[in-house]
């Protein structure tokens, strides 16, 4: 499960009794986003036997954004996302989490601790268990034997699993086992499990791959009401619905490991150079 600071709390990364943090894991409240950005790659190469995945990529995202990444596969867009989780060493280039976090000296699990959270295309939700518990089993408590024999819910998380649900268009589920649930409504469920660690930033891979037209409409809605609340990228094929959720904002085209184009759905899907290595005529 991610794991993301409380408004107060000092990140050192790594867990007790590890050694003393290298240089680069800063000692800090929370994420410094005092410039605006929240996540900021510059000249990021990561190459595989000879093949480059990202060559020199750039990329900025505003704090409340949402961005919507596209590309052909191939494009690097996976990549640049295992980047930024950790799950990949770039070869070069820098990638900080707000003003202070270096990515790139950090484990998956520091990273995630920090506030990233990260959804995978096919959903991993706990099957056996309903849909509340599985957000139960989500929400920030301390994890350890002793507090998790004797924990019980307050009114408070109570309130914050209901407007979880509601939010999710899970609320009615709640007592149903997961692995009951149609395909967009697991994947409802485990952007509700991110959202139950409040991370500050969202990454979503085709959050609407094998929707139904109706859950990818209502996947739609929910991302527009998360807009400002959360900094969001998503990596999505599905034009329409970029189109329905990117509403003005930045869209980012990746081709062979670095940017392409950028600007709004309407300029990227005007650009020769878009039509003729992705969108086509």
Same mark, same amino acid.
């Given at each position: ?106 484990? &998956?699990? +520091?990273? %995630? ?10 959903? #991993? /939700?706990?099957?056996?268990?309903? $849909? ?103 990596? &999505?094929? +599905?034009? %329409? ?10 869209? #980012? /085209?990746?081709?062979?490991?670095? $940017? ?22």
């Amino acid at each position: 499960m991610n794991i993301v600071l409380q408004p107060g709390q000092h990140y050192e990364g790594g867990e007790p009794g590890d050694s003393p943090s290298p240089p680069g894991r800063v000692k800090q409240e929370g994420v410094d986003t005092t410039h605006g950005a929240i996540l900021y790659l510059e000249d990021i190469t990561v190459s595989f036997d000879g093949f480059k995945a990202l060559n020199k990529l750039n990329l900025d995202i505003s704090v409340g954004e949402l961005r919507c990444i596209i590309g052909p596969n191939g494009a690097g867009k996976t990549t640049m996302m295992d980047v930024i989780t950790g799950k990949t060493r770039p070869g070069s280039g820098t990638a900080w989490f707000g003003q202070t976090i270096d990515l790139t000296r950090m484990t &998956e699990y +520091d990273i %995630a601790h920090a506030g990233i959270g990260r959804k995978f295309q096919r959903p #991993t /939700v706990f099957e056996q268990h309903t $849909v509340f518990e599985n957000l139960e089993l989500a929400m920030k408590t301390n994890k350890r034997v002793r507090p998790t024999l004797f924990f019980r819910l307050s009114s408070e998380q109570k309130g914050k699993i209901d407007e979880i649900l509601k939010l999710i268009r899970l609320r009615g589920e709640e007592t149903r086992l997961a692995g009951l649930l149609s395909h967009g409504q697991k994947q409802w469920l485990e952007i509700g499990m991110l959202l139950m660690q409040e991370p500050q930033l969202l990454l979503l891979d085709e959050p609407v791959a094998g929707m139904s037209d109706a859950e990818t409409a209502r996947t739609a809605e929910l991302l527009n009401e998360l807009r400002g609340k959360h900094s969001i990228v998503v990596v &999505e094929h +599905d034009m %329409a619905f970029v189109t329905e959720i990117a509403q003005g904002d930045k869209v #980012t /085209v990746l081709h062979e490991g670095s $940017v392409l184009a950028e600007g709004s759905m309407q300029q990227v899907q005007a650009d020769e150079r878009v039509i003729e290595v992705y969108l086509g005529r």
